[in-house]
């Protein structure tokens, strides 16, 4: 395992993911993480991340000290680099001016950390600090024109310091430069693979559960679904799946988890269908956070009414996933499960005594669909666009009534089969239809209409947090268009979102 005590920066993830890209598991660590811990976890090497902070901050984050005491090589980032060098005391200043963008650095010594980099390359700096003097001790692998410590190297210490970002595509040497630490100078073998962490995920969920039931919540989505296969796995038959149909789902969309899991994983699947209660309950509800409430807590009404007619159960498992957790910031990560948790079934654990077992918490995004694709998930639920817990709710804009859920239903199966069918599906990252309660007027044939519209949007984005439209060619959203107006009775005008994020939304509601 390779720790990366992370400062705060916004590339700590980024550079988890390097790590693992490497086949070297990673795990992201507080910075005031107790060295006894580390030691435990048997770290081959730490990586100090970059911040915000200024080593001179009076609240600037820190770290113990006796991470040099380890014996592990230490790779310091930016401000990782800085509050590292200050600790063996160099002395750092703010730079005569902010230094953001692309340098050019001259590698001097190429023996270790730059190892078969070209002796001039292209760095992404983003800092307002810098080292001023190092003691004796130190020696300068790189420099550039404004930052004559833009590399170091304290060979007593194992310790490696860069200015500028090596994790981040800017950087294009970047990813050697990280492997030089992984494999020369911590040594690791890169041998970590999905497969291993399948076969230990498996293994640890049997550990945990021993010969108790475990119940899953399955959403149609690509996380619960790599859940249960995984669950299936390794306990067989202790696994029991609910799904719930609130009525708010897409075309198939039952019928699809029906033949997947109880056709073909012969996963012991518990349907209920709580649709009249949940459109009973949003009759006339237009708010759409008001909706969101609603859908929550009838949610749990609806599990809860199955969940508690199975025996034995004692675990819930949840798809919590990676950023979920440290994005809490938490110690132990308890309290991102539970910010995840209220996402989802809101506080059924407790109402029910279960335990929880979340088998992909260490896991980003796209390490779930690699395993999903271990487990034998067919590639269509892999590689699925994420869709709300709220459903149509809030692609039917005001009130939802049975009517318009068909119409936006009806919209969206025409959208992502043309989507699929121009190859476009696994390029954009979500795409959706939203049924726009506003009346316009139209003819076909010789017959005025006044009917509604039909919203696509389709939006490219890594983390879901900014967004950009997608540039769908003008051929695919043309034949949407027709097919939509000509078939889904209803609508006679579809329009094309061209908006990003922020500041708007992904979704309309
Ligand atoms: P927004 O609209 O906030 O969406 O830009 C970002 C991502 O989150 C999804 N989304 C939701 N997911 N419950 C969910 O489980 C919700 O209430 C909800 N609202 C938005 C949205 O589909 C997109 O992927």
Redesign the pocket.
């Known amino acids: 395992t390779i720790a990366i005590l992370d400062f705060g920066s916004q590339y700590g993830q980024l550079i988890a993911r390097r790590v693992r890209e490497n086949n070297v598991y990673s795990k992201i660590y507080r910075p005031d993480i107790e060295i006894e811990r580390l030691a435990e976890d048997g770290v081959a090497g730490i990586i100090l991340s970059g911040g915000p902070a200024s080593v001179y901050a009076d609240n600037a984050p820190k770290t113990d000290p006796r991470i040099f005491e380890l014996g592990v090589p230490v790779l310091g980032i930016c401000y990782g680099m800085q509050l590292a060098t200050s600790m063996l005391g160099a002395h750092i200043k703010p730079a005569k001016s902010r230094e953001y963008g692309r340098a050019k650095i001259t590698v001097k010594d190429s023996s270790d950390l730059f190892n078969a980099v070209n002796e001039e390359t292209t760095v992404w700096m983003s800092h307002g600090d810098q080292i001023d003097a190092v003691p004796a001790g130190f020696d300068i692998l790189a420099s550039t024109e404004s930052c004559p410590y833009a590399a170091v190297r304290n060979s007593k210490m194992k310790f490696y310091g860069v200015q500028f970002h090596p994790e981040v595509t800017h950087t294009p040497e970047g990813m050697e430069i990280l492997r030089n630490f992984l494999y020369n100078i911590c040594g690791c073998e890169g041998s970590w693979k999905m497969q291993d962490f399948a076969e230990e995920a498996i293994e640890a969920v049997r550990q945990k559960v021993g010969d108790d039931t475990v119940i899953c919540g399955l959403s149609g989505g690509v996380d619960s679904a790599v859940v249960a296969a995984l669950l299936h796995k390794a306990i067989g038959d202790q696994l029991v799946c609910i799904f719930v149909d609130n009525g708010l789902l897409r075309n198939h969309e039952r019928e699809g988890v029906e033949t997947m899991f109880r056709g073909h994983f012969k996963i012991n699947l518990h349907v209920v269908d709580w649709s009249k209660q949940f459109l009973a309950k949003l009759k006339g509800v237009v708010d759409p956070q008001k909706k ?1 409430k609603i859908i929550g807590g009838e949610f749990i009404e609806a599990f809860k009414s199955e969940a508690c007619k199975i025996q034995n159960a004692k675990f819930l498992a949840q798809g919590t996933l990676y950023p979920d957790v440290i994005e809490s910031g938490s110690k132990d990560g308890n309290l991102a499960a539970n910010i995840k948790l209220h ?2 079934v809101g506080g059924l654990p407790e109402q029910l005594g279960f335990d929880l077992v979340e088998p992909l918490r260490d896991l980003f995004k796209d390490e779930v669909r690699k395993l999903g694709e271990i487990l034998g998930l067919p590639e269509d639920m892999v590689w699925r666009h ?5 459903g149509l709710a ?1 692609r039917v804009l005001g009130e939802v009534t049975e009517e318009k859920l068909r119409v936006v239903r009806d919209a969206d199966e025409i959208l992502i089969n043309e989507i699929k069918a121009a190859g476009l599906y696994r390029k954009v990252s ?1 795409t ?1 239809a939203v049924l726009v309660p506003v009346e316009t007027v139209g003819v076909m044939g010789d017959e005025r209409t006044y009917e509604n519209v039909i919203a696509v949007r389709s939006v490219d984005t890594t983390d ?1 947090m900014t ?1 950009d439209f997608s540039r769908i060619p003008y051929e695919t959203l043309s034949l949407i268009s027709s097919r939509i107006i000509n078939e889904v009775r209803g609508v006679n005008r579809v329009v094309y979102d061209i908006s990003s ?1 922020p500041p708007s ?3 309309w509601e």
């Open positions: 969101r996402h989802n994420p869709f709300p817990g709220p809030v979500q959706l879901f967004a994020k939304t992904i979704e």
